[in-house]
Nanobody, 124 residues
Framework: QVQLVESGGGLVQAGDSLRLSCKDS????????MGWFRQGPGKEREFVTA????????YYADSVKGRFTISRDNAAKTVYLQMNSLKPEDTAVYLC?????????????????WGQGTQVTVSS
């Protein structure tokens, strides 16, 4: 059974940084690509970034490219999201997701397990 628990969210000012973590309690973490999605107030869920099973490939939404970095530690069964130069439009609930396959994907339908999310609020 896969259970994903996110942490690290909070209230910050524009230009600040945050590091989100997502820990998997299951046994198949190293076999799965992982992704981060976000859902802002009144908005649909959107892709942020994904990383393949080994950490050798990562994919980013244009809106976060150059500011956010995804990484993973398979021994610790944890995926991270380093967010720099945060903007008010980054305000959202950030959700971690585990894919059914090895490669990362932009498509939320490729992900079979989801965390509860962690709130990130960026004030101007």
């Amino acid at each position: 059974q896969v259970q994903l628990v996110e942490s690290g969210g909070g209230l910050v000012q524009a230009g600040d940084s945050l590091r989100l973590s997502c820990k998997d309690s299951g046994r198949t973490f190293s076999n799965r690509a992982m992704g981060w999605f976000r859902q802002g107030p009144g908005k649909e869920r959107e892709f942020v970034t994904a990383i393949n099973w080994s950490g050798s490939d990562a994919y980013y939404a244009d809106s976060v490219k150059g500011r956010f970095t995804i990484s993973r530690d398979n021994a610790a069964k944890t995926v991270y999201l380093q967010m720099n130069s945060l903007k008010p439009e980054d305000t959202a609930v950030y959700l971690c997701a585990a894919s059914q396959g090895y490669s990362g994907s932009y498509n939320p339908d490729e992900y079979v397990y989801w965390g509860q999310g962690t709130q990130v609020t960026v004030s101007s």
